[in-house]
C-alpha cells in the first residue's frame, strides 16, 4: 500500500494544535512532569491527570514502558485525545534508537485505534532526555516515514529554532 502520511512543521507550542491527537512527551509514572508533559497537564486540566491516574491503577501499576503508547482524553486541549508515550533516557554508552522509533510507531498505532487522523508529535526525548537533536530528528523523521499508518498528517511541533531547522534538514 502506498503511503501517504504528510509530515508537516510547525515551529510552537503542541499544546496550542488543533488536531485529533496530541503525543505527549511522558515519563513513565503517567503522574506528570516537565517539558511537553507539564504544558500538556496545565493547558489540558485536570481530566487529563485523572484518566492517567486510573491507567496506573489498573493496566498500567507499573508505569508505562518505555516505547510504548498509551491514550487518554485531551481535556481541555483543541485535540480530541492525547497520546503518552514514554521515550528512551540518551545514553552514550548504548544505542536506545529502536526505543525512540518504537515510541512514534506505538503512538501512530494507539492513533489508529482511535481514529485519529491528524497527529502532532514533539520532538520526543530531546529535553529532558537528552538526545541530540539532529539524530532524534533523523529517527522520528524515519520512524514516521516507515509506519503503515491511515493517519494523514504528522506535524511535528518543535519549540525552538534549532529544532525546527533539524527536523527541515530531514525533510527536504
Ligand atoms: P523528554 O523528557 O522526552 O526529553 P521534554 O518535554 O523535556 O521531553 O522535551 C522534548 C522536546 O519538547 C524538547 O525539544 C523541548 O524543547 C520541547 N518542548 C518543551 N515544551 C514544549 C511545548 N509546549 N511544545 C512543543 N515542544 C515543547
Known amino acids: 500500500m502506498a503511503h501517504s502520511t504528510k509530515i508537516t512543521l510547525v515551529l510552537g507550542d503542541i499544546t496550542e494544535q488543533h488536531v485529533d491527537a496530541i503525543v505527549n512527551a511522558a515519563n513513565s509514572s503517567l503522574l506528570g512532569g516537565g517539558g511537553v508533559d507539564g504544558a500538556i497537564h496545565r493547558r489540558g486540566g485536570p481530566e487529563i491527570l485523572a484518566e492517567c491516574r486510573a491507567l496506573r491503577a489498573g493496566h498500567y501499576g507499573g508505569g508505562l514502558p518505555t516505547g510504548h503508547a498509551v491514550a487518554t482524553t485531551a481535556g481541555r486541549l483543541p485535540a480530541r485525545w492525547v497520546v503518552h508515550t514514554v521515550g528512551p ?64 498528517e504528522v506535524r511535528f511541533v518543535l519549540f525552538d529554532e534549532s529544532a525546527y531547522e533539524a527536523f527541515a534538514q530531514q525533510i527536504s
Do not use: K, M, Q
Request: glycine share 8%; with cysteine; proline share 3%.
Open 89 to 152: 533516557v540518551w545514553s552514550r554508552d548504548e544505542d536506545r534508537s529502536e526505543l525512540l522509533a518504537s515510541c512514534y510507531h506505538e503512538s501512530l498505532r494507539v492513533a489508529d485505534e482511535l481514529g485519529a487522523r491528524t497527529v502532532a508529535f514533539p520532538a520526543i526525548s530531546t529535553g529532558a532526555y537528552g538526545w541530540p537533536i539532529g539524530d532524534a530528528a533523523r529517527i522520528a523523521v524515519e520512524a514516521v516515514r516507515g509506519a503503515e499508518t491511515a493517519v494523514e
